[in-house]
């Protein structure tokens, strides 16, 4: 149980489009999720937290007009990134805080690999 | 043996041999660790957690360890198997009310030799 359904795995964009990442949770209802970035060789970095019907939280250095995170519903989040631009290429990965026992926390989705030309 | 690159240590065994990944975590007043397997182009994938009133917990083949007084974990795999080459990462939550981020260390590659 417990599972993170995101997509797509991949993307490649042009410069200056837009890409929007879907994190819906299959079998229960995410209340919190939190979106990472991971550079290759690199630790995941909390980029936002998303509380279902509120707005998001960004850390530091992230652009909140850049990253749009949407969490409309229990079981859907999405990540925008707007303007891209070849720096924002990178994996994204969401992740949902499971309430439910004895799952273990948090469950993470499969990654969106985004390379912007 | 070990070896720190640019950016992830390695850790190089034998097939069948005991691994120990470790890490030094940031918060003293982080309440719970977790650690994670991430394979090539995967999310990571929950192999064992602990909470900071314990300092042992046991899975199948896995251990971590925590000592709060010198802020380490460490995750052991007993028989390391072929399959268990990944990175591995430990993630802290602080404690506090309302306080549910997680921070991940840098993170360990694991090189299983057959």
């Known amino acids: 149980g417990a599972v993170v359904s995101q997509h797509p795995s991949w993307v490649i964009c042009k410069s200056g489009t837009s890409v929007k990442i879907e994190c819906r949770s299959l079998?229960?209802?995410?209340?919190?999720m939190f979106w990472y970035r991971q550079f290759p060789k690199q630790s995941l970095m909390l980029m936002a937290t998303?509380?279902?019907?509120?707005?998001?939280?960004?850390e530091q250095g992230v652009e909140k007009d850049k990253f749009l995170i949407n969490h409309a519903s229990l079981t859907l989040s999405t990540l925008t990134v707007t303007s891209a631009h070849p720096e924002d290429s990178s994996f994204y990965i969401c992740?949902?805080?499971?309430?439910?026992?004895?799952?273990?926390?948090?469950?993470f989705g499969s990654g969106t690999r985004l390379t912007v030309v | 043996g070990e070896s720190v690159g640019l950016h992830l240590p390695t850790l190089s065994v034998q097939e069948g041999d005991n691994s120990i990944i470790n890490c030094a975590y940031s918060?003293?007043?982080?309440?719970?660790f977790i650690w994670y397997k991430q394979e090539s182009g995967k999310g990571p994938q929950f192999i064992i957690d602990?909470?900071?009133?314990?300092d042992k917990r046991q899975g199948q083949r896995v251990t971590v360890l925590l000592n709060k007084t010198v802020k380490h974990l460490s995750l052991q795999i007993a028989a390391t198997q072929p399959g268990d080459s990944a990175v591995y990462f430990c993630a802290e939550k602080f404690s506090g009310a309302g306080s549910y981020q997680l921070t991940f260390g840098k993170g360990t590659k694991l090189s299983v030799i057959p």
């Open positions: 079998d229960f209802q995410a209340t919190t």
């Open positions: 918060n003293s007043a982080s309440d719970y």
């Open positions: 602990i909470r900071s009133n314990m």
């Open positions: 998303s509380n279902e019907g509120s707005k998001a939280t960004y």
């Open positions: 992740s949902a805080r499971v309430t439910q026992v004895p799952v273990g926390g948090y469950t």
